[in-house]
C-alpha cells in the first residue's frame, strides 16, 4: 500500500487529547466496564501486539484487543478503581495518540449494524439458491409427477423464509419510496421477488409444472451482494475519514477567574472565557488577544504563507496556529457566531445547490421502473384479451416478465464497478466519499488550486542552502531548533539535510515579529528579518527571509520559499494536455501567487481572494455551465468546495476541508488528482458498458417472457449470466489499473523525479 | 427413489451446517478485523502471561 497512515499535519497530532476519558467508558451488564480508543496512527502491523502486551501489563486491565481494520483498541476491566486515563497514557508513551471512539458521532456504529444485517443477508440467500437452484436441476432435468412436487415443497419450505428474511433491505426502501410517491429500482426489484415467490407457492399447491422459487432467491442473492459492495466502498470510506476528523478534534485550556486552569473540549467554550494557547497550538475559538505577543500562521483560513505577528488587541480566529509566543485570549465568539459558523452556513447553502446531481443509475431508474410496470401491465392485459379471460396463464405471464425485466443486472452495474474503482483508488492514496464523486469526477472540464498547501506542501523550505556555508548553517541551526516557527524548522531541515551538526548557542530568546537571539562563544548572535537585523530591505520579492547577524556583520542571508509539491508541475502539465482548463484561486500575496503560476505554467491565477470571492468565483464559474473540480484545503476552501461540482482536499486540510470535500488524497505527492480522474473515467465507461450488457440482455429476454415461452430454467440461466458478465466486466478495471513493476531500462534515472505512474500512462 | 429421503435432508443438513457456522463466526466478531487477523498470523505469541489477575 503506497500511504497506509492517513495522519494530518504534525502540529495537529501534537496537541494530544487531554480531556476526560471517563465519559466514554461503557459498562457492561455484567459489571465490566469497557473503553473504545481510535488510534488513527496505527499502520504497521508489529504495533498490534506492542499495544496489546504494553496494555496488558497495566494492573486492573482485564483485556485489550487491538482491531487493526478500524485502529481501534478495545480495552475492558473490572476493577472500579482502575483509571482510564491510564491507559491513553500508556499509549502516548508508545508514541500513539488515541481519542475516545464516539460511534454516534461518526455514524460508523450504523454502518456496523448496516453491514452485519447486509451480509448476513447475504449469506442466507446464497444459501438458499444454491439449494433450491439444486432442486430445480433436478426438476428441469425431467423430475415428474410427486417427485416434483416434492421438490417444489422443499423448495418452498426454503425459499419462503429466506425472502421474508433477505429481502428486507429491499421492502423498506421500496414501501419508504412508495410512501413519499415516488418510484425507485427497489418497487419493481420487491414486487418481482414477492410476486415470484406467491405465484410459485400456488403453482405448488396446485401440482403445477413450473415454479420461480430459484429466480426470486437468486435474485436477490445478485442484488444483496450488489448492495453489500456498495455498503462496503461507503463504510471504508466513512472509516477513514473519521479516523483523519479524529486526529483534530481539538480542546483548549482555559483560565478560571481565580487563576486555576482546566482543559475543555473546543466545543464548550464560552464567550468571554479566558483561554491560553501555549506557542505551537492552533485556536480553538475567536477572540481578541488580552495578554502577550506572538506570529500567528493564518494559513489555514486565508492561504497568507507569512506568519502575522499578532499584540494586545489583535483579533483571532479559530483554525490560526499560535508559533512563537504563549498567548492569553479572550473568547467573543463560540457556537453559533465564530468564523467557522459562518463557513458552515456558506458550505451548506453551496451545498443545496449540489444536491440536484443526480446519479446515472438513478436516473436510469426512473426511466426503467415505470417501463417495466407498463410491459407487466400490458402484458397482462394482451393475454386477458388473447386467451379470453383465462386470469391463471394471463398472471403466470406477466410475472414472468416481471421476473426477467428485474434489475438484477442494472443493481449490480454501478456498485460493482465503484467498489472496484475505490479500492484502486484506496491503493494509490485516495479516498472517495460516495459512488456519485466518481460519475462527477469523469465529466469535470476546469480544475481550480487553492495554493497553500495544495499546490504547495504548506511549509517553506530554504531555497538557497547550497550558497551559505557550513559554518553560518550550524550556527543558524542551533538558533532555529529552539523555535517552531515554519522559517526556523525550515533551516533545521535544511542543515539535517546537509548533514550539519547545530551549533550550541546560549541564551536562546525569540522575539515574535523579529527572530531569534543568542549568545556564541561570548558574542551576541542574531537569526531573524531584515529589518530587526538593521539590514536595508531587498527588492521586494515579498519571499520571507532570515539574516544571520554575528556581533553587527551580517554573515548569510536565508532566503524561504513555500514549496511546490515535487510533481505539481508535470500533474498541471498533464491535466492541460488533456484539454482541462486549470486555474489557482488563492489567498495569498500576489508575488507568491504569479511565482507559483508561472512556475507551474498556468495562465489563468487570483490572489488575494477572501472566502466569499472564492465561493463567488466557483458558483459564477458553474452558472457558465462549467464543471468545477476545486481542489482546496483550507478554511477559506470549504465553501467553494462545497460549491464546486466535485472537490478534493488533501489528507493535511483542515477538517472542514475534508469534510467538505468529496474525496481526500495522502502523501506528499499531486499525482492523485490525476489518478482520481483517469480512475473515475474508467469506471464511468465500464458503467456504461454494464448498463449496455445489462439492457441488452432485457431486450432480448423480454419478448420470450411477454410471449409465454420463460421457463424457469430460461429465467434462471439469463439472470446469472448476465450477473456474472456485469461482474466480470467490472473486475477489469483493477486489472488494467494494476501495479506494474516498471522495467529496468525504464526505470528514471537517479534524481530524476519518480513519476510510475506518469510514465506508464503516457506509455 | 427412496434414496432421496436421506439425500435431500444430509445435503440440506449440511448446507445449514455451512451456513449456520458462517453466521456463528459473523457474529463472534471474526470479521470484523479481517486486516488483523491476517498479521496476526505473524505475531509471536510466546509472550508471558501477567502473573496476577489471570483472567485474561
Redesign the interface.
Known sequence: MMTCCPVGPAIDAATLFAGDLEPWVTTRPDGTRELDLIIPGLCS?ES??VIE?AL??L??L??AR?????KRVVATW?DVSFSAAAISGKLNELGFISRPFDPSHSGLKADDAQS?LL??AV??SG?AA??IM??SVSVWSGAEGS?RD?FHW?SAG?ALPAVAYAGRPFFRSAVRALSSGQFNMDVPISLAVCLAALMSLFETFNHGEVAYFDASVTLLFFLLTGRYLDHLMRARARSAVSQLLSLSASSAMVEEADGTTRVLAATALQPHMKMLVAAGERLAADGVVIAGTSEIDRSLLTGETIPEVVAKGAIVHAGMLNLTGPIAIDVTAAGQDTFLAEIIRLMASAEQSRSRFVQIADRLARIYAPAVHILAATTLAGWLLWTGGDWHISLMTAIAVLIITCPCALGLAVPAVQTVASGVLFRNGVMIKDGAALEKLSGIDTVIFDKTGTLTLGRPRLTNSAALSSMDMALAAGLARASRHPLSRAVCEAAKFRGIVPLAVEGVQEIPGCGLSAIFQGEPVRLGSRRWCGIAENDGQGLPEFVLMRGSKATGIFAFEDELRGDAAAVIAKLQSEGLQVEILSGDREVAVRRAASALGIDKWQAGATLHQKLAYVEQLKAMGRKVLMVGDGLNDAPALAAGLTSMAPASATDIGRTAADSIFMGESLQPVLVARDVAIATQSLSLQNFVLAVGYNLVAVPIAMLGFASPLIAAVAMSTSSIIVIGNSLRLGLFFRKQPVPAEARPQQGAPDLPYLERRAA | MTILLFLIPVALALGALGLAAFLWSLRSGQFDDLDGAANRILVDEDRPKRPADGNK
Open positions: 502491523p498490534i501486539s502486551e496488558e501489563q494492573s486492573g482485564a483485556s487491538v482491531n487493526f481494520t478500524c473490572n452485519r451480509l448476513r449469506a442466507v444459501f444454491a439449494n439444486l432442486l417427485t416434492l422443499i426454503i
